[in-house]
């Protein structure tokens, strides 16, 4: 079996037609939740891009794996699932977007050459690279955001599209007045991108991917990785004008939000994206623009999904559809990622398993509380493996796709470090201090900060939109003190023992005594005779005698 795990970037779990969203229609997403599992409570173990997306690939929570934030480079030898199915006989290739930094410095200390094969899957995540592109090509006065080349880049010069970065002044841009209108603005968010439909980010990543398919010996496991519909906030025609204002949902927030509010939350509610969101104008334009995106995502995943059946792929490959985090909007007083509330900690995560025994519970969706970590388990268990334990931390959601009731969970857990970003500077944290924690149970949920300030606490089946901190007051003690026992719990796991399994250390027991060390013996009654055989006998010489 071959699988095909697709992810979008900075998709709410809530836009998809499946979900029930009211005006969005994604008939290729609900297709695929049609013909296997819809999870409806999976969250990711950090809500920022980098740190999500190594936890999908390691397996691991953030504070396992370090790589916390955006650029911390992922340590030389932290293996990802590229190499636990690699074991299996199963090729892993990226395409696309993984924001994973490499940990050069560690490589250099190890003496591994960029471009040997083992250096380039530690330089690519534990891919092997069909084509990396992680999308976001900024320019300015000190040159690019991204150092790489962009191969997305090279493909619009070769389509025609002149400058040094077309994706900025292409892709990413509309006209106005015979002027580049930059999605940078969200004034321009209503514009259509200056590109032919068929040469934007999405459709040129499909077809990298049919590309892929095409040539590709079984069995592989291709990460498809979508840069859309994170921003910029701009999409060609005719994606540009399908959705308007009148399709843009009252923003979910209220004022006791912001009535002495927590001290990180209201941090992130003065900054700079939080303030443009809470404008009504910005979101009357943007959500038009994030919608256009996402049903030109739904789009192209119909053309995957039809080239599957073409080929007969569709029997034997595994499809995963999923994000890295969601997108705030406005709800809250805020935008981008970040915090905890299901805006941006929530994920769609669909999930087709092809196989037979996946068959009664086809087009169901599935309530279980699910971390993004889960993904890795649930790969090396597809194909074949047995799960390590000792390393990956996430548990397989195959019994869920067959039909099971596995033993499960009983809380979630994401963190977010946010010691590099202003707002900490804003708080006069210390850098070790500028962390949070969130634990839900699947009614509360608590997010922890670090530095001495209270937790937050929302419930869920009361207070489903997340709007009142029960954590202000004192009436609800006993269950914060129960999250809390929660933490602690998730807190004390096992997670660096990773060169030793389980099975490794059962086998270990009494080995050395095989082995003939034999300490704390009185007369070696305690043994059997077999363990002290070499012990005892005659001497063959004699060095005591004068």
């Known amino acids: 079996m071959n699988i095909l795990f697709i992810m979008y970037d900075q998709l709410r779990f809530d836009y998809l037609s499946c979900a029930g969203h009211p005006?969005?229609?994604?008939?290729?997403?609900?297709?695929?939740?049609e013909k296997g599992v819809r999870f409806t409570q999976a969250y990711v173990q950090s809500p920022i891009c980098g740190a999500s997306r190594m936890c999908y690939y390691t397996g691991r929570y953030a504070s396992s794996h370090g790589a916390q934030w955006n650029g911390f480079p992922l340590r030389v030898g932290e293996q990802t699932m590229g190499d636990h199915l690699r074991k299996l006989g199963m090729n892993s290739w990226i395409i696309g977007k993984t924001h994973m930094k490499a940990d050069a410095e560690g490589m250099e200390r190890l003496g591994l050459a960029p471009d040997s094969i083992i250096g380039a899957r530690q330089a690519e995540c534990g891919f092997d690279n069909w084509i990396r592109d992680d999308g976001l090509w900024g320019y300015g006065p000190d040159g690019f955001y991204d150092e790489k080349r962009s191969p997305y880049n090279e493909y619009l010069k070769e389509k025609g599209y002149d400058g040094d970065n077309p994706w900025a002044d292409y892709a990413n841009a509309g006209v106005s007045d015979d002027q580049i209108a930059s999605g940078w603005m969200f004034r321009n968010a209503d514009k259509a991108a200056n590109i032919k439909e068929e040469d934007s980010e999405t459709p040129w990543l499909t077809q990298k991917t049919i590309e892929f398919i095409d040539q590709a010996e079984g069995p592989w496991m291709a990460h498809v990785s979508y840069i859309k519909p994170h921003w910029p906030y701009i999409v060609p025609a005719p994606y540009h004008n399908m959705?308007?204002?009148?399709?843009?949902?009252?923003?979910?927030?209220?004022?006791?939000?912001?009535?002495?509010?927590?001290?990180?939350?209201?941090?992130?509610?003065?900054?700079?994206?939080a303030s443009a969101f809470q404008r009504d104008e910005v979101r009357d334009k943007v959500i038009p623009a994030y919608m256009g995106l996402i049903k030109q995502c739904d789009d192209q995943l119909g053309c995957l999904l039809g080239h599957l059946d073409k080929t007969g792929r569709m029997a034997d490959t595994m499809i995963v559809l999923t994000s890295d985090h969601g997108d705030y909007l406005g709800d809250h007083w805020l935008g981008e990622k970040d915090l905890f509330h299901e805006a941006s900690v929530k994920v769609p995560l669909i999930i087709y398993d092809p196989r037979l025994e996946a068959s009664s519970t086809r087009g169901t969706t599935c309530d279980a509380l699910v971390e993004s970590i889960d993904l890795a388990a649930t790969f090396v268990d597809a194909a074949g493996g047995t799960v390590p334990e000792h390393i990956l931390e996430g548990k397989s959601l195959l019994p869920w796709l067959w039909g099971q009731k596995p033993s499960w969970r009983s809380y979630v857990i994401s963190e977010f470090d946010y010691s590099a970003t202003p707002q900490a500077a804003k708080l006069g944290l210390e850098l070790r201090d500028a962390r949070l924690f969130m634990v839900f149970d699947g009614r509360y949920k608590m997010m922890h900060a670090e530095g001495g300030m209270r937790p937050m606490l929302f419930d869920l089946h009361e207070d489903p939109e997340e709007f009142y901190d029960l954590a202000k007051g004192s009436d609800h003690q006993n269950v914060i003190d129960k999250l809390y026992k929660n933490l602690h719990h998730w807190g004390l796991r096992l997670s660096q023992r990773v060169t030793k399994s389980d099975n490794d250390?059962?086998?270990?027991?009494?080995?050395?005594?095989?082995?003939g060390i034999l300490p704390f013996l009185v007369d070696g009654s305690e043994v059997p005779d077999e363990l002290i055989e070499k012990y005892i006998g005659p001497i063959r010489q004699d060095y005591i005698k004068d």
């Open 23 to 33: 005006h969005l229609d994604t008939p290729n997403f609900d297709r695929v939740a």
């Open 243 to 273: 959705f308007g204002a009148n399709h843009v949902p009252a923003a979910l927030r209220h004022e006791v939000e912001r009535q002495d509010p927590h001290p990180v939350y209201g941090a992130y509610m003065g900054n700079k994206i």
């Open 505 to 515: 250390i059962l086998a270990m027991r009494g080995r050395s005594l095989k082995r």
